[in-house]
Each structure stands twice: as structure tokens, then as C-alpha cells.
């Protein structure tokens, strides 16, 4: 039960809207020890009708750990450089996150969380989806969680290099098959969450590559299976954004996918991360 906040499930997997908390400004300790116990229980928390500034993101954000450093990426006038926009204009081919991921899983130590703010929507469609990765991980077979013990994947961002369109996210120069930005890093296949103790499946289909030491061809198979299970509808929430939505979902044990089904629409979103540790 919770005493400060309303807490509103949003599916049988994950996810949770939040009533009787404001982002614009200072929480009572007792609202973000709520707000905390929430987002470990259902992983993906999301608020509506807030009127937070992006210092009013950072500051929220900072309740959770420190501002995560972020790759290159485009910078705008007046805005500081932990703050990301993903701006998707009506002519942009592709949208930022169009599949299932956890966000920069190619970095050694990817961020914990991230807070994300609709800022521009289109009049339909732009939801996200979430997939519970502790339910992804539970519903193995014993043998295969046995297989998986102890196995590493090298994760890459070399995808998001050739794929999108440098206008949207990224800095002059970075995208569209830019090789020297490649970055990379190889994390356990199953981690354990630091809060929780709970092992959730880190595998996802925009930047995992293989398993180490195996080829491409020999790994394919495996993390198809991985990836088709991961994502399993009865795993997931949508989340249908309106005018001061904002979501908050923990990296370390959901993935998330942007639905890309407004065309010749904008959509402008703002996002921080909170820095993480490695995973183990």
C-alpha cells in the first residue's frame, strides 16, 4: 500500500501510472521513497498532466543516482548536455528506438534508468511498449537457464550508426555509417538487478551482436529465440502518450520499443538517464 502517491497498474506484466506526485519542483523524501518502492515493483512508472521543465527532469532524476553521460549527440541552444531530444519530424524515415531495446546496452556500464517527456505529439498513434525481462528470464526452461549461466554477449551500437538519420539524435557526423563511432561492450546474457536481487534476461534485438566467443552465424539461432521470447505480448504494456506524459522505466530489467505509426507526423520527446553500474 502506499500512503503518498495513487498507484494505478497498467498491466499484468509491468507497468504503473502515478497520481498525487509533481514533477515541477521539490518531492517530500516520503513521495520519492514511494516513488522508488514503485518503480522497483513495476519497473515502468509513468505520470500525467505534469508541467516539468527538463531542470525539473534532471532534478527528479537525480533522486535515483547521477546524470548519465551521453554519447555524441546533437546539442540545442540553452539545453544542458545530459539532456537528449528526440526530435522526429514528419519527413524522417525512421524513428529513434523502433525496436525492441535497453537503451545503450553497447556502453560498459549502461544507465540504470532513463526519464522520458512528451514535449510534441501527433494526434494518433507514437505509444511505447515495455516487456518485462524478469518474466523473460522465469518463464525459461530449466535447461535453458542452465545453458545460459555464465554466458556473455558482445553488444554493439554499430546498427543505430548505419540506420538512422543524423537531423534526429545524433551529432554531425556520428550517423549514417559513421564506423569510427562504433562502440561496444560485452555483458552477461543474464544479470542480476542490484535493487531487487531478481535475474532478468539482457538480451535485445538492436544491439546485441552475438555471444562472446562465437560467431555471427553461430550465436543467430539462439538470440532469435531469445529475442522472439523476451518480447512475448503477455510480457509487455503499451503506454499511450498525452500532453504531460512522462515516463520512467528501469534499463536493468524491462526493454522498450517506439511504435512508429504516425507518418508525416511530429514527435519531439526529451530524455535524461541516470547513470548505472555494470552489469553482473
Known amino acids: 500500500m502506499y500512503s503518498h502517491i495513487q498507484v494505478r497498474p497498467l498491466s499484468g506484466a509491468l507497468g504503473a501510472e502515478v497520481f498525487g506526485a509533481s514533477l515541477a519542483g521539490e518531492m517530500p523524501q516520503a513521495t520519492i521513497a514511494e516513488i522508488k518502492r514503485a518503480f522497483n515493483e513495476y519497473q515502468v512508472i509513468f505520470f500525467r498532466d505534469q508541467e516539468a521543465s527538463d531542470h525539473d527532469l534532471a532534478r527528479f532524476a537525480r533522486h535515483f543516482g547521477d546524470l548519465a553521460v551521453l554519447p555524441p549527440h546533437r546539442q540545442h541552444p540553452g539545453q544542458f548536455p545530459e539532456l537528449l531530444v528526440i526530435d522526429k519530424k514528419p519527413d524522417t524515415g525512421l524513428v529513434f528506438g523502433w525496436e525492441w531495446h535497453s537503451d545503450t546496452t553497447h556502453l560498459e556500464v549502461p544507465p540504470l534508468g532513463s526519464v522520458l517527456a512528451a514535449r510534441q505529439l501527433p494526434p494518433v ?14 518463464t525459461l526452461s530449466d535447461a535453458m537457464k542452465a545453458m545460459l549461466d555464465g554466458v556473455k554477449a558482445v553488444h554493439s551500437n554499430s546498427r543505430i550508426l548505419a540506420s538512422l538519420e543524423v537531423d534526429d539524435v545524433l551529432a554531425p557526423g556520428q550517423g549514417l555509417g ?55 505480448p503477455e510480457f509487455t504494456c503499451r503506454f499511450r502518450w498525452e500532453p504531460g506524459s512522462i515516463a520512467f522505466w528501469d534499463n536493468r530489467c524491462c526493454q522498450h520499443l517506439a511504435l512508429d505509426d504516425y507518418p508525416g507526423q511530429r514527435r519531439l520527446m526529451h530524455r535524461v538517464q541516470i547513470r548505472g553500474t555494470r552489469p553482473v
Open 125 to 138: 498513434g507514437g505509444d511505447t511498449m515495455f516487456a518485462n525481462q524478469y518474466m523473460a528470464y522465469d
Open 178 to 232: 559513421n564506423k569510427d563511432g562504433t562502440m561496444s561492450a560485452v555483458h552477461p546474457v543474464v544479470r542480476t538487478h542490484p535493487d531487487t536481487g531478481r535475474k532478468a534476461l539482457f538480451v535485445n534485438k538492436m544491439h546485441t551482436e552475438r555471444f562472446e566467443g562465437m560467431t555471427l552465424a553461430e550465436s543467430q539461432p539462439l538470440l532469435n529465440y531469445l529475442y522472439e521470447h523476451s518480447t512475448r
